[in-house]
């Protein structure tokens, strides 16, 4: 195992980091305090300039407008970007677009691709996934209600989804529905995923939902949705009948290394700033919150967790590069839960730090605390992915047990 980088990557990382801190920090006040809308003419023409810089798309193939990079090296890049609450967004590569792309790339027609593929790609559109309903425990995603039924040349969707992130102003979903039913029909192979346009007659967003005391905007936002029977062509099947699931296995797998790297470049930010206020704010004439030693010990315990968070990813992206996504499985879900309660840990530490300057929105610390709470649920909660590991290692000790 080797996470040395080349000198290229070496030298693209340090200019995306400048770029990101030179770009990205100072439009983060008002996003924070006038609305994501306020600066997206402003976001728009840096996206321009990160293509022209050749960074867009860092996740995806040179073929496909990408940077091509491994999956562990698009990790760094991950991990720079994440330090600015834009970084994702303004570089192509944010969710829940990054996921679509990499499943519509992998499993979609040559239409397919043209029509949605294409306009994700330059950027000039964006794209939800809609797989989470109120009524049944996402956590046991192969429970859903929402259902596809043919007529004709068309599938029918009917279904009541949420936690749709980005859908406000998203021009299509890729929609989890049930679409085989029947007593031969193995639980996992119940649902497709069809792509949507949200354009289509019967497509009802309901509401943003209220998350942590905010609405959201844009791609910023969590929506509960309505398929009131949306005909779309057959065409629109993301890849065979009844592998959704399975569909939806290969987008998580990259996509947690994609989240991880992301919240371990948060930690860093966080933890930067921590240092950075710790050093100047006087407690009294001769001493700052740095001297003390209880503020010492928790800088100390960051560091220590960040570290070994960011070489658990590392090792787990190496993996995945080498030997796919299968053989990963039981890190990628260590790491799943592991650098959720990292995150969480290091944010509510800096938070204590700032007093109640980290209870406001003049720094970007009080975003990502109310935001990233939900990296201990989506994409699986920890208990999910703690059960998961657990029952792995068990295996061997109850196989010798039934001997
Ligand atoms: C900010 C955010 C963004 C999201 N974005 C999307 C999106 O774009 N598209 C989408 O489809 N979904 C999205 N989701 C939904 C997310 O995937 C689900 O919330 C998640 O899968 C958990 O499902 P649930 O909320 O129904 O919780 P439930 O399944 O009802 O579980 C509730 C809690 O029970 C516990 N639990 C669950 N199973 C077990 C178990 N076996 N043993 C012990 N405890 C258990 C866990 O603590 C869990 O948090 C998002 C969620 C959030 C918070």
Not at 36 to 47: G, V, W
Not at 188 to 214: C, D, K
Not at 258 to 286: F, K, N, P, V
Not at 328 to 344: D, P
């Amino acid at each position: 195992m080797n996470f040395d980088i080349s000198p290229q990557l070496k030298a693209q990382l340090a200019a995306i980091r400048r770029f990101v801190e030179s770009e990205l920090y100072p439009l983060e006040p008002a996003l924070l305090k006038e609305g994501f809308n306020a600066i997206k003419p402003r976001l728009n023409s840096l996206r321009q300039e990160v293509k022209e810089r050749g960074w867009w798309l860092p996740h995806l193939p040179e073929d496909h407008h990408g940077m091509g990079l491994s999956l562990m090296n698009f990790g760094m890049v991950s991990e720079v970007l994440g330090g600015s609450i834009l970084g994702h967004y303004v570089f192509n590569c944010q969710a829940p677009d990054a996921g679509n792309m990499e499943i519509l790339l992998e499993f979609g027609t040559d239409a397919q691709k043209e029509q949605f593929l294409e306009p994700l790609l330059q950027g000039s559109v964006r794209s939800c996934f809609a797989m989470t309903e109120p009524e049944f425990a996402g956590s046991n995603p192969v429970r859903l209600g929402a259902t596809a039924t043919l007529d004709g040349d068309e599938w029918v969707i009917s279904g009541h989804k949420w936690f749709t992130t980005a859908a406000d102003g998203a021009q299509f979903a890729i929609a989890m529905v049930v679409t085989e039913e029947g007593d031969d029909i193995k639980p996992h192979a119940r649902a497709s995923q069809i792509i949507v346009p949200l354009n289509t007659p019967g497509f009802e967003l309901v509401q943003n939902l209220s998350i942590m005391g905010e609405r959201g905007e844009d791609y910023l936002s969590h929506a509960e949705v309505r398929f009131n029977d949306c005909r779309v062509p057959v065409s629109n099947m993301l890849g065979e009948r009844g592998k959704g699931f399975s569909i939806a296995q290969t987008r998580l797998g990259p996509g947690r290394i994609h989240h991880c790297m992301r919240w371990i470049g948060i930690c860093e930010r966080a933890l930067h700033l921590t240092c950075a206020y710790a050093t100047q704010r006087q407690l009294t004439s001769d001493q700052t919150l740095a001297d003390q030693q209880i503020i010492q010990s928790w800088l100390a315990e960051s560091r220590a967790e960040i570290d070994a968070a960011r070489l658990m990813v590392l090792r787990t992206a190496w993996l995945i590069d080498h030997q796919g996504a299968r053989a990963a499985r039981q890190e990628i879900s260590t790491i799943k839960f592991y650098v959720a309660g990292v995150l969480q840990r290091v944010l509510d530490r800096a938070l204590q730090v700032h007093g109640g300057l980290g209870m406001t929105d003049d720094t970007p610390i009080a975003f990502w605390y109310r935001h990233e709470r939900a990296a201990r649920i989506y994409d699986g909660p920890d208990e999910v992915h703690k059960l998961s590991l657990a029952r792995t290692m068990l295996k061997p000790y109850r196989f010798r047990k039934d001997k």
